[in-house]
Nanobody
């Protein structure tokens, strides 16, 4: 079993930055892709970005590309989502997720169903 716990959310003004963290416990996910998703009020959960098992490959949704950076530290069992130049439309609950289908793959899933484990989420609110 894998447990994921997000932290770092909060209220920030437009143009500001936040660094979200995802702490991993239980079975190791150091060999697997990690993703970040978000759900805005009244909307479906949407892909934000993902990072492969060794941190050398990332992919971001167009809505955050250039403003978001995902990193991971497998030795510390944590990964991060750095969000800069935040916009009111970034307001959402942010979730990290683990795709444990294939180890040591460069595949970065963009669909929630591709991820087996999820955290409870952390709220990000951006004021205009």
């Amino acid at each position: 079993q894998v447990q994921l716990v997000e932290s770092g959310g909060g209220l920030v003004q437009a143009g500001g930055s936040l660094r979200l963290s995802c702490a991993v416990s239980g079975d190791s996910v150091s060999s697997y892709t990690m993703g970040w998703f978000r759900r805005a009020p009244g909307k479906y959960r949407e892909f934000v970005g993902a990072i492969n098992w060794n941190g050398r490959r990332t992919f971001y949704d167009a809505s955050v590309k250039g403003r978001a950076t995902i990193s991971r530290d497998n030795a510390k069992n944590v990964n991060h989502l750095q969000m800069n130049k935040l916009l009111p439309e970034d307001t959402a609950v942010y979730y990290c997720a683990a795709d444990i289908t294939y180890p040591e793959t460069d595949y970065l899933g963009r669909v929630p169903d591709e991820y087996e484990y999820w955290g409870q989420g952390t709220q990000v609110a951006v004021s205009s």
